[in-house]
């Protein structure tokens, strides 16, 4: 049989075939090969006389993320805001620049919008080509919308930490009852409350999947990217790259830089170059043979 794992407990991988949900382990010859089954995986299992199941085999995965992990994500919904936490758009373009390495979109939804106006950074990634939406968790405002976005897909929602990921995903399905926490307002920050990754069919027919804050990102992998490809995950840079001078310009201060001159004409915005610039930064410091592992 096939199926899709919702949820990885306690060493216990929980499949959904579409008509029901079986706690399967996994074939010894997937731990002698090393392979660890992720949220997301669809998998062959072989339903047992004890009505558990094993996992025979992990089918192709379209993409993988280490942490938080799982598999098989057609786009990542980003969660920010801009009331209290409000949310450093870095944050956003680093989550961003990992998508785009894993062949996966990005939405960037906009919490609490009846507490604070999202316009300005909605603005940001609408002229970056990505697709984003205002919502509030509390009055239900954008709901429809994001509905629309995220149906027939699956998701996976990530933010930092009190931003409302957990309060979007119960208004989008009542009963679902994710444990939401209230936000410190010494800290302006939420603590966390999410405990595991878990796959939830919504009746839109979307899959979507609550995911620890940006801080269990695997940062360090997304540093692996290598300097020279960090360009290619700025879709917006595209259209200005082949016109810069030298053909191996990095884009941070090099004369006759169409992308630097496309940011000073206000083409590229300058929060997504910022960003670029310190990632770069960051992956220059990676030497060459960790690169490559």
Not at 27 to 48: I, M, N, Q, S, Y
Not at 83 to 101: H, K, Y
Not at 136 to 162: C, Y
Request: with cysteine; net charge neutral.
């Amino acid at each position: 049989m096939e199926g899709i794992i919702r949820k990885a407990l306690s060493g216990f991988y929980y499949v959904d075939d579409g008509t029901s949900l079986t706690a399967c382990r996994g074939r010894g010859k997937l731990r002698h090969a090393k392979v660890t089954p992720l949220v997301g995986d669809r998998v062959e299992f072989t339903p047992l006389d004890n009505g558990q199941g094993a996992i025979d085999a992990i089918l192709p995965r379209k993409n993988q993320f280490q942490r938080p992990a799982v598999a098989n994500i057609d786009q990542l919904v980003i969660v920010a805001s801009q009331a209290i936490p409000v949310t450093d758009p870095f944050l956003i373009d680093r989550v961003i620049a990992i998508a785009e390495g894993n062949h996966c979109e990005s939405i960037v939804c906009i919490n609490k919008c009846d507490l604070a106006s999202g316009g300005e950074l909605a603005a940001i990634y609408e002229q970056a080509g990505f697709l984003t939406v205002q919502v509030s968790a509390e009055t239900g405002e954008g709901l429809d919308r994001l509905r629309e976005l995220i149906s027939g897909k699956v998701s996976a929602f990530t933010g930092n930490s009190g931003v409302g990921k957990s309060s979007i995903l119960n208004a989008l399905k009542p009963g679902v009852s994710l444990e939401t926490g209230d936000v410190s307002e010494k800290l302006g920050r939420g603590r966390h409350t999410t405990r595991h990754v878990e796959l939830i069919r919504l009746s839109c027919g979307a899959m979507v999947a609550d995911t620890p804050g940006f801080s269990s990102f695997d940062t360090e992998r997304m540093e692996l990217c290598r300097k020279e490809e960090l360009a290619g995950r700025f879709r917006e840079f595209a259209p200005y790259r082949d016109r810069c001078q030298f053909q191996d310009c990095a884009h941070l201060k090099e004369k006759g830089c169409a992308v630097l001159a496309a940011v000073k004409a206000g083409e590229i915005p300058k929060s997504r170059h910022d960003s670029y610039v310190r990632l770069y930064e960051q992956a220059k410091q990676i030497p060459d043979w960790e690169q490559h592992k």
